[in-house]
């Protein structure tokens, strides 16, 4: 069974920075696509970056590019989310999301989902 399980998201001012971590369990991801969406109330879930568990391939949304960078480590079966430079607008549950094959941006599309992680950033 797979189990994706996000931490590390806490209260932070604007500017700072926080890491979140998104360990999964329960088959093999060398095939997978792993990716981070958050989602505030009253609002559909929002890509933000994902990457390709084989090669390291990412992709990010325009409104986190320069700010956000999504990595893993292998050894740890692990998905990290940096994210410098936050924002008020930033704040949100983060989930993390896994698929086969290719990244994609609609979490329709996603098979497995974490429980997510709430985000607070203060002006």
């Known amino acids: 069974q797979v189990q994706l399980v996000e931490s590390g998201g806490g209260l932070v001012q604007a500017g700072g920075s926080l890491r979140l971590s998104c360990a999964a369990s329960?088959?093999?991801?060398?095939?997978?696509?792993m990716a981070w969406f958050r989602q505030t109330p009253g609002k559909e879930r929002e890509f933000v970056a994902g990457i390709r568990w084989s090669g390291g391939n990412t992709y990010s949304a325009d409104s986190v590019k320069g700010r956000f960078t999504i990595s893993r480590d292998n050894a740890k079966n692990t998905v990290y989310l940096q994210m410098n430079s936050l924002k008020p607008e930033d704040t949100a549950v983060y989930y993390c999301g896994a698929r086969s094959r290719s990244i994609v941006t609609t979490a329709v599309l996603y098979d497995y989902w974490g429980q997510g992680t709430q985000v607070t950033v203060s002006s």
């Open positions: 329960g088959r093999t991801f060398s095939s997978y696509v």
